[in-house]
């Protein structure tokens, strides 16, 4: 269908169908399925391959033996586990099951050694089962194997070593690796974590679907799909207010409107707040507070919620700290910016993310303590094969990740070859820059554009909140906000530019093109259309 019949159809503005079309939304199927998302449209969790293997040595450990759950210290780890006790509470009240959570100062990724000889000295159980980590991590089942203790792997992360698969046998449950007859294949670990425990009850388990759908917001995987099915269902349990205990304090302490709680406010606030403790210390408080019932820890709800809202302050202002400090060390002519220095490791990646959206190149951040860093990068520069070959070079001890972020290991006294080669790498790479969905003139923005935009919720990866370009806008009433942010309205609307200070000349000229969204913004019970500015020329 072209974008004319889909705006007839289905009652869209037509810019909006546009958008729709260049999504790859041009059948009546993938249109109805887009706009009518339903759990009962996700496919059969028995479709998933090793699912009824796996589900048979859960239940033999529930009942003969007991449990540990190791998983990831991130927000999808976290509520993975949350997600995969409930189930096998809900399935055996008196099952034995304890959970180790990931911890950043003690172990790499995954499931480390440090780990292991903590689960087969201290915790001894029958069954591990590793969430949103694990499917890489070969020499520790192999060692806790040795140990009589059993594996399984619920995943989400890409193996492609099949040798190092065998280990596992049937025992573990990654889309990414084996998929079978499931079409879908981009869960997060808390979506995967949430069909095996459906699996294991043969039922809906619906009440764990606001932590199912935080842990696919803040793990950024695809909202389209399935995972769009979820989210949308799950966003309508926040909004009802029936929801996990610690997450409706969280909301109630984060959000300003918990009754209209969007994609962005759990990715922009919530998951933040939930990371921001693993990445200070143990994340231990956070499974304390999404399990707070069957917990029962010493700490109040009130306690809890606040001690996870201050650590992410703490985080906020050691960011701040350190970006301003390393920012006027950058040289921004150079084609990658590599910084080394005293940074916290769990800091190292936000640092290179934030450094590498403003200069709009890639970004190497390393703590020079550990050497370890992390790596952040634009289209269309790889950068885990290019940090692949310094390690070829022997500038690397090690490296993981993927074509936008990665991480890595510094080689003793190695770090000005390494920096060398890298720029020599990306030596005539022109990065993208910020693109738009659609041209479009700035009259054309009105409530009947935003009512059609809003149809296209809930946004994020892959579906996001669309980019219009506006050309010669006229600019009113420029000013600063806090010396950062840029504010001004064009034709009459309140237009916002965060962290764009370095504009105020080029809009005060009284003309601009424009990049932006448009969004819908409630203040003091006024509802009105407001432009969140992304780019000036
Ligand atoms: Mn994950």
Redesign the pocket.
């Known amino acids: 269908m072209n974008y004319q019949e889909i705006a007839k159809l289905y009652n869209l503005d037509e810019s909006i169908s546009e958008i729709l079309v260049q999504r790859g939304f041009n059948t009546r199927e993938k249109l109805n399925n887009f706009f009518n998302p339903s759990l009962d449209k996700l496919q059969s969790y028995s479709d998933i391959p090793n699912i009824e293997n796996v589900i048979g040595l859960l239940k033999a450990h529930i009942e003969n033996g007991s449990i540990v759950i190791f998983c ?1 210290f991130d927000c ?2 976290l509520t993975s586990a949350a997600i995969l006790y409930k189930a096998v509470k809900k399935y055996d009240s008196k099952a034995e099951i304890k959970i180790l959570n990931g911890d950043r100062y003690r172990d790499e990724y995954g499931l480390s050694k440090k780990s292991v000889e903590i689960i087969k000295n201290k915790l001894k159980p029958s069954l591990v089962i590793t969430l ?1 980590c694990g499917i890489s991590n070969q020499k520790e089942i192999e060692e806790l194997k040795d140990n009589d203790i059993e594996v399984i792997v619920i995943d ?1 992360h890409k193996n492609d070593d099949l040798e190092s698969l065998k280990i596992l046998g049937d025992n573990f449950i990654d889309l990414k690796v084996k998929s079978g007859n499931y079409q879908f294949k981009e869960f ?2 808390g979506g995967i974590t949430w069909r095996v425990g459906q699996a294991l009850l043969k039922e809906s388990f619906d009440e764990v679907l606001d932590l199912v759908t935080l842990s696919t917001v803040a ?1 950024v995987v695809p909202l389209v799909g399935e995972n769009r099915y979820i989210v949308a269902a799950g966003l309508e349990k926040f909004c009802s207010g029936d929801i996990n205990p610690g997450l409706d304090k969280l909301t109630s302490f984060l959000c300003q409107s918990p009754e209209a709680i969007t994609a962005s406010d759990l990715g922009y606030q919530i998951g933040p707040a939930i990371n921001a403790t693993g990445r200070l210390g143990s994340p231990e408080p956070v499974l304390d507070l999404l399990l707070y019932e069957e917990r029962k820890p010493a700490q109040d709800l009130n306690q809890l919620a606040h001690q996870l809202i201050s650590n992410n302050e703490k985080r906020k202002e050691l960011t701040d700290r350190i970006m301003e400090i390393v920012d006027k060390k950058i040289k921004p002519e150079l084609n990658v910016i590599l910084v080394k220095g005293k940074i916290l490791r769990g800091l190292v990646g936000l640092i290179a993310g934030k450094l590498s959206s403003k200069y709009n190149k890639p970004a190497i951040v390393i703590d020079s303590q550990t050497l370890k860093g992390s790596a952040r990068s634009i289209e269309p520069f790889d950068i885990y094969a290019n940090l692949k070959r310094c390690q070829q070079e022997g500038m690397l001890e090690e490296t993981g990740g993927h074509k936008l972020a990665a991480g890595l290991k510094l080689k003793a006294g190695r770090f000005r070859d390494f920096f060398e080669k890298v720029n020599q790498l990306a030596e005539g790479i022109e990065y993208k820059r910020e693109t738009y969905d659609l041209e479009l003139d700035l009259d054309r923005v009105n409530s009947d554009l935003l009512d059609s935009l809003y149809r296209l919720a809930p946004f994020g990866h892959k579906n996001r909140h669309p980019v219009f370009l506006s050309k010669d806008v006229e600019i009113d009433n420029p000013n600063l906000i806090k010396e950062r942010h840029l504010k001004f309205e064009s034709n009459d609307i309140e237009s916002i530019g965060f962290y764009m200070a370095d504009k105020f000349e080029r809009v005060k000229s009284g003309y601009a093109d424009l990049l932006y969204q448009p969004e819908w913004t409630t203040f003091r019970n006024r509802t009105y259309i407001n432009l969140i500015v992304k780019d000036i020329y």
Do not use: E, L, Q, Y
């Open positions: 990831d999808d780890g949103d989400h997060s670990g793990d």
